[in-house]
């Protein structure tokens, strides 16, 4: 009864959490500023839409083609063709139960493959890895070149005796984890460590691919598909064209965050980007128009790609 209640409050609060973020920012918006942000999806230029579309269904190929590399060093092969159907399904089950697409693309491979469960979702599992680095390099890099910026913000905001206090703190909890990740057998620690050990292996398994210089480099593809992506998306509305590179990829990073943050971005996107690019002098309601279309143009991507997929895979798949 625990474990059930846990997997639906672990489907239902993303979607929750979603609903509630549309409906706040919706209220917060006066009548005004509503049919100011519904003019900016009647002049939108939506060739640019289209551009960042073929973007990201390059990066969704890229990501199909990526997936041979880990499943030949286990000694089993896939066809692109059912790799790319894969990928599509599992990013549209991702809209309604969080994570559900990883376990459909080892599902799919199994079927269609005959590539064991557990083997493919190790790929799975091993390739979301290297992606949560290569995200935390996009972070690094923001924090790079907003440095002053946040540095200003923080000696604006925080007194020294604040931040020393906080640094204080911040070192003894450190120390303090470590500690107890060390040297403690409570369930919960002992359960971590598991999981870090198996993420450890999942990534050193990659080092040891015949071809795991491919792989590294179809991964900074597939992510600078996603950046591009992103960029492409800046000249759909007026007042983001303008947007300097370092805004680029900081809103960038917000969004992708985001999208872990609710099943896909729903709600969450928007409302994030809006707050993120108000720092770089756009308009609130420019930063909800803009979200939303980028969002909502993807979204109907994976849709369709996702519905052809499912559709084709079995009949393509006959024999």
């Keep these: 009864m625990k474990e059930t209640s846990s997997k639906w409050l672990s489907i239902l609060l993303p979607i929750f959490l979603g609903i509630f973020l549309i409906v706040y920012q919706y209220n917060s918006f006066t009548k005004g500023q509503i049919v100011e942000i519904e003019g900016y999806f009647k002049n939108a230029n939506y060739f ?116 020393v206090l906080i640094l204080l703190l911040g070192t003894t909890l450190l120390l303090g984890s470590i500690l107890v990740y060390k040297y403690s057998k409570l369930k919960l620690v002992l359960f971590i460590k598991t999981k870090l050990a198996g993420l450890k292996e999942g990534l050193l398994s990659i080092f040891y691919m015949k071809d795991k210089w491919m792989y590294l480099f179809q991964t900074f593809l597939i992510w600078s598909s996603y950046l591009v992506t992103f960029y492409l998306a800046t000249f759909v509305v007026s007042e983001t064209i303008s947007l300097s590179f370092s805004a680029i990829i900081t809103s960038f990073v917000v969004g992708s965050i985001a999208i872990a943050f609710t099943n896909s971005g729903f709600g969450s996107y928007p409302f994030l980007i809006s707050k993120v690019l108000v720092f770089y002098a756009v308009a609130e309601t420019a930063g909800n128009a803009f979200g939303w279309i980028i969002w909502t143009s993807q979204m109907l991507l994976v849709l369709f790609l996702g519905l052809l997929s499912f559709i084709f895979i079995p009949i393509l798949n006959r024999k």
């Design 48 to 163: 640019f839409v289209f551009l960042a579309l073929l973007a990201a269904f390059f990066g969704n190929a890229l990501r199909a083609y990526r997936w041979k590399y880990m499943l030949s060093h286990l000694g089993y092969n896939s066809s692109f063709r059912n790799n790319f159907m894969a990928v599509n399904i599992g990013y549209l089950l991702n809209l309604t139960v969080p994570k559900s697409g990883e376990i459909s693309r080892a599902l799919i491979v199994k079927k269609y493959n005959n590539i064991p469960f557990d083997k493919g979702f190790g790929t799975i599992v091993a390739e979301r890895i290297i992606d949560v680095f290569f995200l935390i390099f996009f972070m690094l890099l923001a924090v790079i070149l907003q440095f002053d910026i946040i540095k200003s913000f923080i000696f604006d905001k925080l007194p020294i005796r604040t931040l």
